[in-house]
């Protein structure tokens, strides 16, 4: 099995930290964005979205990050996709708010925008994206804070689920933006539960060099 990725992506990383907890077998290929390896023709032959993680077992092909994180959990029998229906569809109730949104208002409107992303925006337009995601994303975080996190150790329960794994990357990309979420003691606590898995450190070394680089003052 062969998992294409880049540590550098904030989807690659749920995919990566699975992995590395499970000790799977699973072949990680990197696809260098930095460098355009997933405009490469020969990635955009294996999948056309040129978009990473891309999953590759054997003549079974599958990309989004959800998917994957499906497919390996229930591959390996995991209890992280559990396979009783309804704690099932909660994983998927869970995964599902995060890509959308949670994604849409935290991860592109209040974070991505320190980044240059969206390419093309003008500074005053990334700015306006920015306050807009600053002004509504608290809705959101105080539903993971007071509901999802509420009297338990992770989003689901008091047993780690995919929407973990998923979750951790999207909120934690807030230090592209030096967010402060000190006034969400359940977020702060789980990102300090996930932070101390064995497998973090290593899953997130780039992304953490990557804040770090973009703001030594603060990282100092
Ligand atoms: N919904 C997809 C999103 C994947 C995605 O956007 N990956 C980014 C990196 S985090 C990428 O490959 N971007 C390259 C591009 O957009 O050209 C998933 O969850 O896997």
Redesign the pocket.
């Known amino acids: 099995m062969k998992l294409y990725c880049?540590p550098?992506?904030?989807?690659?990383r749920p995919v990566l930290m699975f992995i590395a907890d499970h000790g799977l077998d699973v072949e990680v290929v990197k696809?260098d964005?930095m460098a355009g390896g997933?405009?490469d023709p020969e990635y955009l032959a294996l999948n056309p979205?040129?978009?990473?993680?891309f999953l590759v077992d054997g003549d079974f092909r599958l990309?989004?990050?959800?998917?994957?994180l499906k497919y390996l959990a229930l591959r390996s029998g995991s209890a992280a996709y559990p396979a009783d229906l309804p704690a099932q569809l909660k994983a998927d109730e869970a995964l599902s708010w995060f890509?959308t949104q949670f994604h849409e208002y935290f991860c592109v409107m209040v974070c991505y925008p320190n980044m240059g992303v969206p390419h093309g925006m003008s500074p005053a337009q990334l700015g306006d994206l920015m306050a807009y995601g600053h002004e509504h994303a608290p809705r959101w975080l105080k539903v993971l804070d007071e509901h999802m996190l509420a009297g338990r150790a992770y989003v689901c329960g008091d047993q780690i689920s995919l929407a973990d794994y998923?979750g951790l990357s999207f909120v934690l990309l807030g230090g592209l933006a030096n967010y402060d979420f000190s006034s969400y003691p359940n977020i702060t606590a789980w990102i300090a539960r996930m932070q101390a898995r064995p497998s973090y450190a290593p899953t997130y070394a780039a992304f953490d060099t990557m804040v770090a680089f973009m703001r030594p003052q603060e990282a100092a």
């Open positions: 880049d550098i992506s904030t989807t690659s696809v964005l997933h405009r979205n040129g978009i990473v993680p990309g989004e990050s959800a998917a994957i890509a998923l």
